[in-house]
Every structure is written in structure tokens, then in C-alpha cells.
């Protein structure tokens, strides 16, 4: 006697998963009815055990009222997938905090996620190790990625896809005469998510070192998820103002004029954290009444201090090869200073959680066939 053998679920959850091949393509699996198309009176009829040809198991059939369609439901998909039974619902959708690792720098004293440029090429393993380091924790470091122009799209094309953008396919870090952009300084750069203007939102950044040479110019990573989490908990009440108060980010060069209004803490709809806006440089104006403005910069400054504290902070130096792949959702980078006269010179570019997740799950599958 099957679990689920008693369980009823919706009349238009279960029509809507049919899997004949009248209301699903077979060589696509995507679906070929709308919604619409189904009766309003829909109504499970006659249900009886059946062998599906599809998997060989056991199966259930339904009769379904008034129109008379026939559907062979597999007991093991029904157990897995019908509401109140063992596999619904789902945890999250995989970007909140949820399904993270969160940490502080010591957490991963002597276990940096890295992998060898090499290694990650050429085996899968690795390969999948890396990249579940991303999901996971934020971020990988590989190493011994050729310290040559533009390798960093191929970098981000071994994942995924290049965003570009109006700095173009790549972005060169290093001290630029006519900077339109801090970064492009000796200056300091302090904890921040990058193109808080864009929406949505590059989910990922990659950074290649290509020299490093200068006094100064180390690096930083804090996370985010980790340190909104301890927003929440010491500071419930600014939490939630900067997860409620939308925030104006600003961009503005002679050739582009970019903008998006989102919170620096932003909530799925259980409340979990799932992506952090955060960079001093770009907030704007805030236009909001005066009472929302001051609880909104109570909370930013707090929460401003917060990412700074000692030891939530992983500090390390990129040396030429080495190339940060990492979410710009959760993670905020930093470096220090550095002399405008030694050789430093990083290149840049964006790619999404997307591709990266979907190259993930792909080679897991030629994995579990392998
Ligand atoms: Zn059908």
C-alpha cells in the first residue's frame, strides 16, 4: 500500500502536472494547454492502480470530469511532489539564507574555497566543488588562471554568460587618468555590492588578478547574509526598516544615466535574507517622509557599523593569476589603499546566478549518468 494512496491533492495542481503527451510535448516536456483551457468544473472521477509505461513502476490513473481525459500518474513522482506529501514544500528557492553556509572570516581560517585553474578544467569534480563554493559560501578563488587580457571572460564563459554593461564586456581596475568611477583610484573602497543601480542586479562579479605589485591594494570580503543576519538579531527593528525602505541607486557618467530603487536588505516572502544592496558611493537621494528618512539612516549607520566590525572581514591579497569569482547579491568586497605609483591591475567583468546554477546542475546529471 503506497503512502500517498489516500491523499487527494487539487483537482488543478494534479490536471495541471499531467504528463500525457497530449498536455506535454514529449521531445521538450513543456507544456502544450493553458490554464484556461481546462473546465471550471474540473473534478477528479474514477481513480485506479495502474502500471505506467513510462518508468515501469506502479502508477495511478485518473479519470478526469467532465471532459473525460485520462492521466497515469507514477506513485514515486506523486510521493515526491504532491502537497502534504513528504517532498512539498520546498525549503527555498536556493539564493536565500536558507540554503547558505553564512560565516565570519575565521569560520574559514585555513579552508579558503579555491581550486586550481588547471584542476577546474579539466576535472569535473573540481569543477563542481568550485562552483557549489560559490552557491554555498559565497565565493571560489582560483588560482593560476593566466595572467592575460581578457582570460577573465573565459573564466566567466567555463559557468555561464558575461553581462556586459556600459563599462563593457570587462572593466580594467587600475589607476586611470579620468576616472568616472573610484575604483579607478589608489583610493580605499570600502565594504560594498557593486551596480546597486542595476535592476536587476549583476548576481555575480569576477575579479582577475593580472599584477599586484603596488604598496597596499588587498583585498576584502564580508557576507553580507551573515552580517544582516546579525543586524537581525541584535537590531530587529533596523532590519526591518532597511528591508521596507526603498533606496534610490544612482549612476551617471557623460554617456549613461542608470538608477534602481530597492532596499539594502532585501526578504523573500517567508522573510529570509536573499539579496543585499549596499554601496556608499552610489545611494542617492532618499525621497521619503521625514520620519521614514530618519528611522532609514538610524538603521543604514548601524548597519554600516556592523559590516565593519573586526573579524567578520576576510582579508587576503590577490597575487597575479588569481582570479575571485563571487556573489554580488550576498558578498561585499573591499580593498585597501594602494600607491598610485606600483603596478596593480585587476580585470573585471559580470555574470549571473542563472547560468552558473545550471551548469552546476548539469553536471550533476552527466554525473549521476556517468
Ligand atoms: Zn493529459
Known sequence: MSATRNLHPPAFWLRDNCPCADCR??????????????????????????????????GREVRWEPDGHRSVYPEAWLAAHAPGAGGAPRPGDGRTEADKELWAAPDLDGRLPEAGWEAYTGDRRVRIR?????????????????????????????FGFVRETNYGELFEVRVEADPNNLAFTGARISPHTDNPYRDPVPTLQLLHCLSNEARGGDSGLVDGFRAAALL?????????????????????????????????????????IREIRFNNRSIGTLHQPAAVVEEFYA??????????????????????????????????????????SGDRHLQGTYADLDGLLSTLAVLHREGARA
Open 25 to 58: 510535448d514529449p521531445r521538450t516536456g513543456q507544456k502544450l494547454f493553458q490554464i484556461t483551457d481546462l473546465p471550471e468544473d474540473l473534478a477528479v472521477g474514477a481513480v485506479r492502480d495502474c502500471v505506467p509505461a513510462a518508468d515501469g513502476g506502479l
Open 232 to 272: 537581525r538579531a541584535e537590531h530587529p527593528e533596523a532590519f526591518a526598516v532597511l528591508t521596507r525602505v526603498p533606496v534610490e541607486f544612482a549612476f551617471a557618467d557623460a554617456r549613461t544615466e542608470l538608477r534602481a530603487h530597492r532596499p539594502l536588505i532585501d526578504v523573500d516572502p517567508l522573510g529570509r
Open 130 to 158: 568550485a562552483l557549489e563554493s560559490v552557491v554555498r559560501l559565497g565565493f571560489v578563488l582560483l588560482r593560476g588562471v593566466p595572467p592575460r587580457d581578457r582570460t577573465v571572460l573565459d573564466v566567466a564563459r567555463s
Open 299 to 340: 538603521a543604514y549607520r548601524t548597519f554600516a557599523q556592523l559590516l565593519l566590525r573586526p573579524g567578520l572581514r576576510l582579508d587576503f591579497r590577490l597575487a597575479p593569476g588569481d582570479c575571485l569569482v563571487f556573489d554580488n547579491t550576498r558578498l561585499l568586497h573591499a580593498r585597501t589603499a594602494f600607491s598610485e
